[in-house]
């Protein structure tokens, strides 16, 4: 889908949001379910971007002007959209790629879910976002999938997925309101697909790159022949199906792909611990997401979120980009990094009835979620485990070339023997 490399002329002209690659894997949702699973709909634009007034976990608040309301009802014309992920009270930062990012000023639909304290979540995260971008005479309504990690699955998780529609954004916005309004009618905003490319974010690759300071991360311990260990959420799917394996299995290949440059080591099962609830010194992978990080979960009928990645980083004392510079950095050839102070990789509830069937394909997922713990984006080579879309054909015996390269990048791989 959008991962891939085709830009065209007017793609490379526009302007727009967060270039980074991502950590996000999700099997797309159907328009109907989305309005359906929505509790509120709404056309806002956003009024203000602010870190999170919480101690933790890092997250983002969105300010959002109501322009039009949907579907449901909201208390007062602005509401606070907060998503995973930014830079705490603290200092520490948790970058989760695929998660959607905002301008101040940008015009946005959004499918929201209502939260206790008060905050909208965004349904499926990045599949529950649709900003308007003006391009080739259209006013598109376009998710930023480029972050993310797509299944080219459907919904039963055997046929390939029809590339992502372009949207008018006037059209959709009239057909979701008749549909919220019980008008179930055929699709007919969906643009011409020659325009395809239209208004699209770029994918950028291979190595993540923080939007602050633009620098790329990675683990500067491995330079000192430091190991890491990734230890597993105890209870969740993983006690049940085969995510304990997979994940062995895709460490395994990281591995050896870096000839032993990556060390990351077996810490595990764990009780009680929440990936991507804190710094808390442990690499984890957890299962059925539940702090409801993710809203909206995952089902083999009508898709959703898998799995989100995310890094862990020093800020630096301060909430702003600008205080980075006091943060927690390395180097390495000349070049500055961010050093990544741990990840965690969370799989959304409901995965299991599409995980714990195929075994293969989440060594795969996660062998593609560990690449990103290890501070690399997405490569344009399609049969690579970090291209941005599954490739049933790639092998899971060794990684590609252009995995191997990419990773040679960001750390010291001895050469084969
Ligand atoms: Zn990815």
Not at 33 to 38: I, Y
Not at 125 to 140: H, K, N, P, T
Not at 252 to 270: E, P, Y
Not at 326 to 342: C, N, P, S, V
Request: with cysteine; aromatic share 8%.
């Amino acid at each position: 889908m959008s991962c891939r490399s085709r830009l065209t002329k007017m793609a490379l002209l526009l302007s727009l949001a967060a270039a980074s690659a991502g950590a996000t894997s999700f099997v797309t949702v159907p328009d109907e379910a989305l309005v359906d699973g929505a509790a509120v709909i709404a056309q806002v634009t956003v009024e203000s971007v602010e870190p999170a007034p919480i101690a933790a976990p890092p997250a983002t608040d969105y300010f959002v002007q109501i322009e039009r309301l949907l579907k449901g009802y909201v208390t007062g014309s602005t509401v606070v959209v907060r998503v995973p992920g930014g830079i705490g009270p603290d200092g520490i930062g948790l970058r989760i790629w695929g998660v959607p990012q905002f301008r101040t000023g940008e015009r946005t639909l959004l499918f929201l879910a209502p939260r206790v304290d008060g905050t909208y979540g965004i349904l499926h995260l990045m599949l529950g976002a649709f900003s308007e971008v003006e391009a080739g005479g259209y006013r598109i309504a376009v998710r930023a999938l480029s972050e993310a990690l797509s299944l080219p699955l459907s919904s039963a998780g055997e046929t390939p997925m029809a590339t992502e529609p372009q949207r008018d954004f006037a059209g959709f916005v009239n057909w979701i309101t008749d549909r919220a309004n019980g008008l179930r009618r055929p699709i007919d905003y969906y643009l011409d697909p020659a325009l395809a490319d239209l208004g699209r974010p770029r994918a950028s690759g291979p190595l993540l790159e923080d939007r602050c300071t633009q620098l790329n991360y990675r683990w500067s311990g491995f330079d000192q022949d430091e190991a890491f260990k990734w230890s597993f959420d105890a209870a969740g799917y993983d006690g049940r199906g085969g995510g304990r394996g997979a994940f062995l299995r895709a460490r395994r290949l990281w591995k050896r792909a870096s000839n032993g440059a990556v060390r990351f080591q077996n810490g595990g099962a764990l009780r009680n611990r929440a990936a991507l609830g804190g710094l808390d010194g442990v690499n984890l992978l957890a299962f059925d997401d539940p702090r409801d990080d993710v809203a909206g979960s995952f089902s083999c009928s009508s898709g959703g979120v898998l799995s989100l990645t995310g890094v862990w980083f020093d800020n630096g004392r301060g909430q702003s980009c600008e205080r980075i510079g006091t943060g927690r950095k390395g180097f390495r050839d000349g070049r500055q990094y961010l050093e990544i102070l741990a990840a965690d990789i969370l799989v959304n509830d409901g995965a299991s009835c599409l995980l714990s069937k195929d075994v293969l394909l989440t060594a795969r997922i996660f062998a593609h979620e560990l690449g990103h713990s290890l501070g690399l984006a997405h490569v344009a080579d399609s049969a690579a485990v970090m291209s941005g879309e599954v490739s049933r054909s790639s092998s899971l015996e060794h990684l590609e070339a252009s995995d191997v390269e990419a990773v040679s990048e960001l750390y010291d791989t001895p050469p084969s023997r």
